[in-house]
T-cell receptor, first 116, second 113 residues
């Protein structure tokens, strides 16, 4: 099946700094990528939909100035958490959709962010 | 709107026991239905799917049948293994290109030897 990678897998940063998470589709071109946040023992919360070459569409309640999403190419989307705070600590997961039917979503392995 | 309801966990079983995880949904339009599995510290993997009524998705001994009349997509496995311990998510999608997924809350399964 298709492979989606995320980098880094774990990151620890100090409060007030910014951190960038990369999501790559390794063997297919993804016109659409999604970013999710997952709290411990909870389901995935969709943060935003990222389309190549256009601005991301954010879900209600997600601060677009805090969670900057860039989908610069058909194989790369980045999520930057700006001015991170401890409450931003979470597991962030991306997914990428194949460009042709059946438009399946393939998920990355996730990035564990800890803000100290 | 769209929503997915899963049976509450956690579920703890002995090896070789029968597994059922219930999933029901509401959707505007005609959804495709999915089960995803998440192993500790990892992202989600697609376990199986069904795209129309009465379809049965199956993989690795797991099965689920798309029941339109009861709006359900229950996950079953006849004999679970310790390696099946994970969190299982039921999900639906009603769009085509760039489909958004609506997830259930997830069910933690622990299988003891």
């Amino acid at each position: 099946g298709a492979v989606v990678s995320q980098h880094p897998s774990r990151v620890i940063c100090k409060s007030g700094t910014s951190v960038k998470i990369e999501c790559r589709s390794l063997d297919f071109q993804a016109t659409t990528m999604f970013w999710y946040r997952q709290f411990p023992k909870q389901s995935l919360m969709l943060m935003a939909t990222s389309n190549e070459g256009s601005k991301a569409t954010y879900e209600q309640g997600v601060e677009k100035d805090k969670f900057l999403i860039n989908h610069a190419s058909l194989t790369l989307s980045t999520l930057t958490v700006t001015s991170a705070h401890p409450e931003d600590s979470s597991f962030y997961i991306c997914s990428a959709t194949t460009p042709v039917a059946p438009y399946e979503q393939y998920f990355g392995p996730g990035t564990r962010l800890t803000v100290t | 709107g769209n929503s997915v309801t899963q049976m509450e966990g956690p579920v703890t079983l002995s090896e070789e026991a029968f597994l059922t995880i219930n999933c029901t949904y509401t959707a505007t339009g005609y959804p495709s239905l999915f089960w995803y599995v998440q192993y500790p510290g990892e992202g989600l993997q697609l376990l199986l799917k069904a795209t129309k009524a009465d379809d049965k998705g199956s993989n690795k001994g797991f099965e689920a049948t798309y029941r339109k009349e009861t709006t359900s997509f229950h996950l079953e496995k006849g004999s679970v293994q310790v390696s099946d311990s994970a969190v299982y998510f039921c999900a639906l999608s009603v769009e085509t290109s760039g489909s958004r997924l609506t997830f259930g809350e997830g069910t933690q399964l622990t299988v003891n030897p």
